[in-house]
């Protein structure tokens, strides 16, 4: 699609709604024509430049914001409850919970790396969560899921969005939750998502269509962790 607008700009929405990305004086719409109102300034500007650094053909992959916006207000807010029941279930299985036999190399990392993540997590929400050996599901105890539903009912659509998109990227709603607080080393909580990959790769070698799968990937979670600090700012 050839660009079709010269001017971008951001605005207040109408009725104190928020900030919303004007191009040539008009308001831009959701794909389905809803107002694409976002909740700060700084999120507006963020994706402002995503408009104004388009060249003469437009590149729609580079519309990161925009379309994580877009997701939250025309999925997520008439599915808050459907979201976050999507979202628990990545607790509930969380990637961190499951180790390799204690005798394998491979758990002595997961450890060092996931362990103190997971502490974290349990002191700062008085919860428990069930450490498994092997990949035999066990199911985490309700008191633990109901103290993650809670951490997370009350966030924005726009919070929500992004921790929907960081959980399925990482296999784990506890890296999610950490990477959107104040300060995260999201990189960090990335490496530590992708442990067992890296692990893999160190001992076979490094492919390298799994290797730009992957690099895609970190930069997905680390786009949806900026939306999120944005949508908060």
Same mark, same amino acid.
């Given at each position: 699609?050839?660009?079709?607008?010269?001017?971008?700009?951001?605005?207040?929405?109408?009725?104190?709604?928020?900030?919303?990305?004007? =191009?040539?004086?008009?308001?831009?719409?959701?794909?389905?024509?809803?107002?694409?109102?976002?909740?700060?300034?700084?999120?507006?500007?963020?994706?402002?430049?995503?408009?104004?650094?388009?060249?003469?053909?437009?590149?729609?992959?580079?519309?990161?914001?925009?379309?994580?916006?877009?997701?939250?207000?025309?999925?997520?807010?008439?599915?808050?409850?459907?979201?976050?029941?999507? =979202?628990?279930?990545?607790?509930?299985?969380?990637?961190?919970?499951?180790?390799?036999?204690?005798?394998?190399? =491979?758990?002595?990392?997961?450890?060092?790396?996931?362990?103190?993540?997971?502490?974290?997590?349990?002191?700062?929400?008085?919860?428990?969560?069930?450490?498994?050996?092997?990949?035999?599901?066990?199911?985490?105890?309700?008191?633990?899921?109901?103290?993650?539903?809670?951490?997370?009912?009350?966030?924005?659509?726009?919070?929500?969005?992004?921790?929907?998109?960081?959980?399925?990227?990482?296999?784990?709603?506890?890296?999610?939750?950490?990477?959107?607080?104040?300060?995260?080393?999201?990189?960090?909580?990335?490496?530590?998502?992708?442990?067992?990959?890296?692990?893999?790769?160190? =001992?076979?070698?490094?492919?390298?269509?799994?290797?730009?799968?992957?690099?895609?990937?970190?930069?997905?979670?680390?786009?949806?962790?900026?939306?999120?600090?944005?949508?908060?700012?």
């Amino acid at each position: 699609m050839k660009r079709f607008y010269d001017a971008v700009d951001i605005r207040e929405a109408e009725q104190g709604a928020g900030w919303q990305v004007i =191009l040539d004086g008009r308001g831009v719409k959701t794909v389905h024509g809803a107002v694409q109102a976002v909740p700060t300034r700084a999120l507006a500007e963020a994706m402002a430049r995503e408009w104004s650094e388009q060249g003469e053909d437009l590149d729609t992959k580079r519309f990161i914001f925009r379309d994580m916006a877009d997701y939250a207000i025309e999925v997520v807010s008439g599915a808050r409850e459907e979201t976050i029941t999507k =979202l628990l279930r990545y607790g509930e299985t969380d990637t961190l919970c499951y180790r390799a036999d204690p005798e394998d190399a =491979l758990y002595a990392r997961q450890q060092e790396v996931w362990e103190p993540l997971l502490a974290q997590i349990e002191a700062q929400g008085s919860v428990r969560f069930t450490r498994v050996s092997g990949i035999v599901h066990k199911p985490q105890n309700e008191a633990t899921l109901t103290k993650l539903r809670e951490r997370i009912e009350d966030e924005s659509e726009f919070a929500l969005a992004a921790l929907e998109s960081m959980s399925s990227l990482a296999a784990s709603l506890t890296i999610a939750v950490l990477a959107s607080e104040p300060d995260a080393d999201a990189e960090g909580l990335w490496r530590a998502a992708c442990l067992e990959e890296e692990w893999q790769a160190e =001992l076979w070698g490094r492919d390298h269509e799994a290797e730009e799968r992957r690099t895609k990937r970190r930069h997905d979670f680390l786009m949806a962790q900026q939306f999120l600090a944005l949508a908060r700012h």
